[in-house]
């Protein structure tokens, strides 16, 4: 590919890089103190029944399951997950303090420059469990990708007012598993970031919120039939939901792996975004941009991203930086 044309603004300043390696570090702490806390989600009590203490396990869902009569062994089973679960809400607590503190000097150095609605969008995500069974795709990709090697590509390649989100069918059982759990709409995640957020009438696979900004639910085309792949796919069993839209990139972006990348809002706020891999981003939009049948002014930027993605490639280490498949 030719790069004649320099798509690349400028690297970030010194005290830039030190403060976004100082907060993905703290990041990706918190990252993995939430899923501790998963792990020992709920509670255990002692409860008296006909004269005999028994240990109960109480799920976040409330549901109460007995582990039998105390005993030494319950004894250690209840001093060891109470312990723990102190531990971890104490370092969670503390990691949240953190982060906060980070998001406040990343605003004030100008560290990133994701729109805070794309970040907002990223979290809601990943507080419902749902991170990662989508990966962000089309043009809000780059920000994970020039992050990944501490620089700012041009803004004319990354300027848009909508976000797609490829929902990995793969994995479809278990995304209505959790869906069935949140007993909530996807639509309803996204109004918990923006309340204006609705589907557009003539297009249900698009929220829009009352700024213009859109959030599409794609996928890949439909391999065979039956429950674990149905199409048309609305992705839960509100009425007022998203149905996701069948793309023909969809299993290309899914197979070329899952890459994964902190990236920081405007307000400092940070979020993990999961992007298909740099190769095959570069591929599949140097495809779409030879397309005569597409429309010219999508094909003249697909083939800025193209070359965007590759100058990183080869100029700027972002290989190394592929977190593998998914």
Same mark, same amino acid.
Do not use: C
């Given at each position: 590919?030719?790069?004649?044309?320099?798509?690349v603004?400028? #690297?970030? @300043?010194?005290?830039?890089?030190?403060q976004?390696?100082?907060?993905?570090?703290?990041?990706?702490?918190?990252?993995?103190? &939430?899923q %501790?806390? &998963?792990?020992?989600?709920?509670?255990?009590?002692?409860?008296?029944?006909?004269?005999?203490?028994?240990?109960?396990?109480?799920?976040?869902?409330?549901?109460?399951?007995?582990?039998?009569?105390?005993?030494?062994?319950?004894?250690?089973?209840?001093?060891?997950?109470?312990?723990?679960?102190?531990?971890?809400?104490?370092?969670?607590?503390?990691?949240?303090?953190?982060?906060? $503190?980070?998001?406040?000097?990343?605003? %004030?150095?100008?560290?990133?420059?994701?729109?805070?609605?794309?970040?907002?969008?990223?979290?809601?995500?990943?507080?419902? *469990?749902?991170q990662q069974?989508? !990966?962000?795709?089309?043009t809000h #990709?780059?920000?994970a990708?020039?992050?990944?090697c501490?620089?700012?590509?041009?803004?004319? #390649?990354?300027?848009?007012?909508?976000?797609?989100l490829l929902? /990995?069918?793969? =994995?479809?059982l278990?995304?209505?598993?959790?869906?069935?759990?949140?007993?909530? @709409?996807?639509?309803?995640?996204?109004?918990?970031? /923006?309340? @204006?957020?609705? !589907?557009?009438?003539?297009?249900?696979?698009?929220?829009?919120? #009352? +700024?213009?900004?859109?959030?599409?639910v794609?996928?890949?085309?439909?391999?065979?039939?039956?429950?674990?792949?149905?199409h048309p796919?609305?992705?839960? %069993?509100?009425?007022d939901?998203?149905?996701?839209? &069948?793309?023909p990139?969809?299993?290309?972006?899914?197979? *070329?792996? =899952?890459f994964? $990348?902190?990236?920081?809002?405007?307000?400092?706020?940070?979020?993990?975004?999961?992007?298909?891999?740099?190769?095959?981003?570069?591929?599949?939009?140097?495809?779409? *941009?030879?397309r005569?049948?597409?429309?010219?002014?999508?094909?003249r930027?697909?083939?800025?991203?193209?070359?965007?993605?590759?100058q !990183?490639?080869d100029?700027?280490?972002?290989?190394?930086?592929?977190? *593998?498949? +998914?």
């Open positions: 590919m030719d790069h004649s044309e320099n798509t603004m400028g #690297a970030l @300043s010194e005290a830039q890089t030190r976004y390696i100082d907060a993905e570090s703290a990041w990706r702490a918190l990252e993995e103190a &939430q %501790a806390a &998963q792990e020992v989600r709920g509670s255990m009590m002692w409860r008296t029944q006909a004269g005999r203490r028994y240990l109960v396990r109480v799920s976040a869902s409330g549901a109460q399951t007995s582990l039998g009569p105390a005993s030494d062994a319950n004894t250690e089973i209840f001093e060891r997950f109470t312990a723990r679960k102190h531990g971890v809400q104490a370092r969670l607590r503390q990691l949240r303090d953190t982060v906060e $503190q980070h998001a406040r000097v990343n605003r %004030a150095l100008r560290v990133g420059r994701v729109p805070t609605i794309v970040v907002d969008t990223l979290n809601a995500l990943a507080k419902a *469990g749902l069974h989508f !990966l962000t795709v089309g #990709a780059l920000y990708y020039e992050t990944a501490g620089v700012r590509v041009r803004t004319e #390649a990354t300027a848009t007012q909508d976000i797609d929902l /990995d069918t793969r =994995r479809y278990r995304f209505v598993t959790t869906m069935q759990r949140l007993d909530t @709409s996807l639509l309803g995640i996204f109004q918990k970031v /923006d309340k @204006s957020f609705a !589907l557009r009438g003539d297009q249900q696979y698009t929220a829009v919120n #009352a +700024a213009g900004f859109e959030i599409d794609i996928r890949r085309a439909a391999q065979g039939s039956g429950a674990d792949d149905p796919l609305r992705v839960s %069993a509100f009425e939901d998203f149905w996701a839209v &069948q793309v990139t969809g299993q290309a972006l899914l197979g *070329g792996g =899952r994964s $990348q902190m990236v920081v809002a405007l307000n400092g706020q940070m979020a993990t975004m999961h992007a298909p891999s740099p190769d095959s981003f570069v591929r599949i939009k140097t495809g779409l *941009g030879r005569a049948d597409r429309d010219p002014l999508k094909r930027k697909d083939l800025l991203q193209a070359q965007v993605v590759q !990183l490639l100029l700027h280490g972002l290989r190394y930086h592929l977190k *593998g498949t +998914a």
